[in-house]
């Protein structure tokens, strides 16, 4: 245990001193919370831009076409911007306004007609309704009327149809022009069509018959950077342990700093755990560093427990251990550095770490099931934001068994004497 | 009779169907400084690494203190015995020189105080330094301390002064001596002619894997060192004429400079007579035989600064 101290203070204190090493351990997972905490962790919505060209005007625009406009400008969702009535070239117009940088064009074009089509389409809805109803009870109670009764009813309902028959059958139209490369134009449209739809239902008098209540799965509510702080930890937690110890052991092992301690009475086991606890120390700097800044700057919600220090161990066993391996099976410092990086970076963007994994494609969400980093992230998220024991436990078990077997394996291939 | 620290009988090590070491059998004294001469891919570092016990060896047996270095339990006890220097020695960049010491010292139950060695290797104004900012020398030098720090019986110096400048190299063959000094047994691998010649109480000449000649410099040197040189600068092509005719042996070069070969001193007497009766004023020198000129009787060949065969 004496060496195995030793060789942790040794290579600790070697990494602590260096600063590239420093930079890209602890600096930039930093640099890109910060960088994905600015773009994600605000806590407003985000906005859209809408031109709206409000063709049903006479004078001015007409009540009902305003209050739609209305509608939209109150979800908040939208800066709306107008555009005159005569103008027939809607896209050039939309992309002077936006300007070169402007991003997406989304244009709503409410129709000429929109209120007289709304106030009649509406009447002959509720007229519709109303001789729906009137026949439906007529047929019903018609063999209890006299026949002075059904007469007058049936000349009622004769006059009603006549009067339907003659309102419009014209419909208030909008017209939306979306970019197809717009990613955000599904949200654009659902949103429309939902104050279009309340604007239905409103005129008509219909009254909601399913109610629709929000309810945040944890006690806070979390937001996109809460999600992204584990997974940046994690993410950094695996390039550590992939990308750096296999640089580490392999250049260690090319300057013969390895062969010069196998001389010694160290053995190859002392030397492994060494590393490894040097590993957890500096894993469990950066995630101390990412939370303070998280909590600092942006108030995230995480809170380490008991669980997530272990699985920080863990993670740092597991991710040790693939390094180990790749750095026993090659040579070629060069060769080591690129290997790492070609295995860490995909599993970095494949696991879950960033974004959920229900984002992805079905072969990708394969995928993600057999890469370490997606038990690992999930567990320190379940452990740090959700507080989701099953979650923990279950990742947990998952990351711990595949730590003993890249640790033995790691192990295993080190070589304390040459060939 | 000084204990035998090493002890190394019918050795072989294969890698593959190349066969590095080739059924060698020498042997260590407590005590004295050994050095294995060859060039490069001689199998010298392969023999040492050996002894080590860091390689496993093919056929044969060696022993270190008498343990075997194929069993387990005794290459702890050797490990604990014997300080290493190894072939391009490197250490923690980041960590300074005492740092560097205490790290391949606390890997030992006994060692020596840090700071003693490194006023024995002269070192004390670099103590802080980091490994880094070290010149060549001074990184050799630190290596030789890593491997004095468990006060070690038997010390492996593979390669002490390579890549190192003329004046680097001298301070680290002043470190070696001094080691011997303190009774240490030094087992040392060299490509350098001179180094060895220094340093060593016997030399191994060792190529392609076989030990050619073994002994002590002297031994080497009057065995398979050849003739005595007289050199006489300048000395021109009637005087060659002269001395030919009498000893025999002489050569003339390019630069009218005669060289004779004399059996001995009797010989060089009485052409260092001759050379008086003809009034002769020239400057003369005499040459004797080094251990490059046995390297170059029993290998054929010599080697080059870069260590490779010629």
């Known amino acids: ?419 | 009779m000084a204990e035998k620290v090493v002890e190394v009988s019918s050795l072989v090590k294969q890698y593959g169907s190349l066969t590095a070491v080739d059924d060698i059998s020498f042997e260590v004294y407590e005590g004295e400084v050994f050095a294995f001469l060859g060039p490069n891919g001689a199998g010298k570092t392969t023999t040492v690494e050996v002894l080590e016990c860091i390689r496993p060896l093919t056929s044969g047996s060696a022993s270190v203190f008498g343990y075997d270095v194929t069993k387990r339990e005794d290459t702890k006890e050797i490990k604990k015995r014997i300080g290493v220097l190894p072939q391009d020695f490197s250490a923690l960049d980041k960590l300074s020189v005492k740092e560097n010491i205490d790290l391949i010292g606390g890997m030992y139950d006994k060692k020596l105080d840090t700071m003693e060695v490194i006023k024995l290797l002269d070192v004390e104004d670099k103590v802080n330094e980091r490994f880094e900012n070290l010149s060549g020398g001074l990184k050799q030098r630190v290596g030789v301390a890593a491997a004095l720090v468990n006060d070690p019986e038997l010390v492996f110096l593979d390669e002490p002064t390579t890549g190192l400048d003329p004046k680097a190299r001298r301070e680290v063959w002043s470190v070696i001596q001094n080691l011997k000094k303190l009774g240490k047994a030094i087992f040392l691998t060299s490509h350098y002619m001179e180094e060895a010649q220094v340093l060593a109480d016997r030399i191994a000449i060792i190529n392609k894997g076989k030990i050619t000649v073994i002994g002590s410099p002297q031994r080497l040197i009057s065995e398979y060192g050849g003739l005595k040189v007289l050199i006489i600068r300048k000395g021109g092509k009637k005087i060659a004429k002269t001395l030919q005719e009498r000893f025999g042996d002489t050569t003339l070069n390019n630069n009218e400079d005669i060289f004779v070969k004399v059996d001995d001193v009797k010989e060089m007497w009485q052409t260092l007579s001759t050379l008086t009766d003809m009034n002769i004023d020239k400057e003369i020198e005499i040459q004797t035989p080094t251990i490059e000129d046995v390297f170059l009787k029993v290998v054929g060949g010599r080697i080059t600064e870069e260590g490779e065969l010629t």
């Open chain 1, 1 to 419: 245990m004496k060496r195995t101290i030793i060789i942790f203070k040794a290579v600790t204190k070697n990494w602590l001193r260096s600063r590239s090493g420093l930079f890209f351990s602890i600096m930039f997972p930093v640099l890109l919370l910060l960088v994905f905490g600015a773009v994600f962790g605000s806590q407003g919505a985000s906005t859209y831009s809408l031109l709206i060209q409000n063709l049903d005007i006479d004078g001015t625009p007409t009540e009902l076409s305003e209050v739609f406009v209305e509608a939209l400008n109150s979800t908040e969702t939208f800066t709306i911007t107008t555009i005159p009535a005569d103008i027939t070239d809607l896209r050039s117009y939309a992309r002077d306004v936006l300007g070169p940088l402007g991003g997406n064009i989304r244009i709503l074009v409410i129709s000429e007609g929109f209120q007289d089509n709304l106030i009649n389409g509406t009447l002959k809805v509720r007229v519709g309704i109303t001789l729906n109803t009137t026949l439906t009870m007529y047929q019903y109670y018609a063999l209890s009327m006299n026949e002075t009764q059904k007469e007058a009813i049936e000349q009622g309902i004769e006059q009603m149809e006549q009067y339907n028959a003659s309102l419009p059958d014209k419909k208030a139209s909008l017209a939306v022009i979306l970019d197809d490369s717009d990613q955000s134009s599904g949200i654009v449209k659902s949103i429309i069509m939902s104050i279009a739809n309340a604007f239905n239902y409103e005129l008509i008098g219909a009254k909601n018959v399913v109610t629709f209540q929000e309810e945040p799965f944890t006690e806070r509510q979390l937001r996109t950077i809460d999600f992204y702080l584990p997974g940046v930890i994690s993410a950094f937690i695996m390039t550590n342990g992939i990308i750096g110890v296999t640089t580490n052991t392999t250049e260690f092992k090319r300057r013969g700093i390895i062969k010069r301690l196998s001389i010694t009475p160290l053995g190859k086991i002392e030397w492994i755990l060494g590393n490894v606890f040097s590993q957890t120390l500096l894993n469990l700097m950066l995630t101390a560093i990412i939370i303070v800044v998280g909590w600092l700057i942006f108030d995230v919600q995480a809170i380490p427990d008991v669980f997530s220090i272990l699985l920080i161990f863990l993670g740092s066993l597991l991710f040790s251990g693939i390094g180990m391996l790749l750095s026993g099976l090659i040579k070629d410092v060069e060769a080591a550095s690129a290997v790492g990086n070609a295995i860490a970076f995909p599993m970095m963007f494949l696991s879950g770490a960033y974004w959920p994994v229900e984002f992805m494609p079905d072969y990708m969400r394969t995928i993600a099931k057999i890469l370490p980093l997606t038990y690992f992230s999930e567990g320190l998220r379940s452990a740090m934001i959700y507080k989701y024991p099953e979650g923990i436990i279950t990742n947990t078990i998952i990351v711990a068994a595949l730590a003993v077997i890249f640790i033995v394996l790691g192990s295993l291939v080190t070589r304390w004497k040459e060939k």
